[in-house]
């Protein structure tokens, strides 16, 4: 089933990032783990870029933090957006969600 799910995030100021990672919900409840996702970046809030689009695999069995990576952009906003939860779930849960920053040359 089609579905959008988002939430965005202002880092407050422009950094160079490389990836994000996403930690599902840890409680002894668990709901809401994103089995298919698109990560946005954007420079002012209003125009996105489509980053990061996949799906995390077997995350239903191995609820850890998933980390996916891609070439370098500047940004300083990000939306994660759940275009699918894990069947029988409802909702988006999100633990933590953390970006990874660009090396430094």
Do not use: H
């Not at 089609?2 to 100021?13: G, P, Q």
């Not at 994103?34 to 970046?41: E, G, L, N, P």
């Not at 891609?70 to 759940?82: E, G, H, T």
């Amino acid at each position: 089933s089609e579905m959008c799910i988002e939430t965005a995030i202002d880092l407050s100021k422009n950094l160079d990032i490389s990836g994000f990672t996403y930690l599902p919900t840890q409680t002894r409840w668990v709901d809401g783990f994103i089995q298919s996702f698109a990560f946005y970046t954007s420079a002012d809030g209003k125009t996105w870029t489509a980053t990061a689009k996949g799906e995390f695999s077997n995350i239903f069995n191995n609820p850890i933090e998933q980390r996916i990576e891609f070439p370098s952009v500047n940004a300083r906003y990000i939306k994660l957006q759940a275009l699918s939860i894990v069947e029988g779930m409802q909702g988006m849960g999100i633990a933590e969600l953390g970006i990874i920053p660009a090396a430094v040359n």
